[in-house]
């Protein structure tokens, strides 16, 4: 089975540039989790979704930040404009979520995003 | 704020030796708390879970123990292996008003080298 599937997996851009990452989770999963790990911070999470639809996205640092689901297989985070201090890695990770929560996420391999 | 802390950036171990991993959280609305482990360039991998339910919970050389008074928990490894060395991730979830969706907030890692 294939897992949690991130694209670029390393993407160096010059600020003031638009960043797109893109996540495609586990099949029949149905929550969705993007996370921003740093030194200082550790695993951020920065927004996720169950069933498509963004529950929490709290720990979206600015405006800048910006994420859609548009379908059960597929999901986006954009960064618009990048600064250098958004380099860091960005983890997408899924799980499949019942009235009893299950709290086993996968993750994927990550991108290295490094703003210059 | 910080709900979940880890105050150990490393730790350095004997191959054969236990390892002991710590983690703090301030939280008391947390009732699951997980371990990851992540090797360089991969995702995070879930390594062992317990519920709030419990004090201990047993999964061949990985125990976690969890201390609900002190809010505090760990992660033990007997005995420890080379392969073990990786970045460990303390991780929990609380279940407020029947929705979780399976939300975690994670500490900031401890990197953990065991030598042979």
């Known amino acids: 089975d294939a897992g949690v599937i991130q694209s670029p997996r390393h993407e160096v851009t010059e600020m003031g540039q638009e960043v797109t990452l893109r996540c495609k989770p586990i099949s029949g999963h149905n929550s969705l989790f993007w996370y921003r790990q740093t030194m200082m911070r550790g695993l951020e999470l920065l927004i996720y979704f169950n069933n498509n639809v963004p529950i929490d996205d709290s720990g979206m640092p600015e405006d800048r930040f910006s994420a859609k689901m548009p379908n059960a297989s597929f999901s986006t985070l954009k960064i618009q404009p990048s600064e250098p201090r958004d380099s860091a890695v960005y983890f997408c990770?899924?799980?499949?979520?019942?009235?009893?929560?299950?709290?086993?996420?996968?993750f994927g391999p990550g991108t290295r995003l490094t703003v210059t | 704020d910080q709900q979940v802390k880890q105050n150990s950036p490393s730790l350095s171990v004997q191959e054969g030796r236990i390892s002991i991993l710590n983690c703090d959280y301030t939280?008391?609305?947390?009732?699951?708390f997980l371990w990851y482990k992540k090797y360089p360039a991969e995702g995070p991998t879930f390594l062992i879970s317990?519920?709030?339910?419990?004090d201990k919970n047993e999964d061949g050389r990985f125990t976690v123990f969890l201390n609900k008074s002190a809010k505090h928990l760990s992660l033990h490894i007997v005995p420890s292996q080379p392969g073990d060395s990786a970045v460990y991730f303390c991780a929990a979830s609380a279940c407020v008003g029947g929705t979780s969706y399976g939300k975690l907030t994670f500490g900031q890692g401890t990197i953990l080298t065991v030598h042979p």
């Open positions: 939280n008391s609305m947390f009732d699951y």
């Open positions: 990770a899924s799980s499949f979520q019942t009235s009893s929560p299950s709290y086993e996420q996968y």
């Open positions: 317990i519920s709030s339910i419990k």
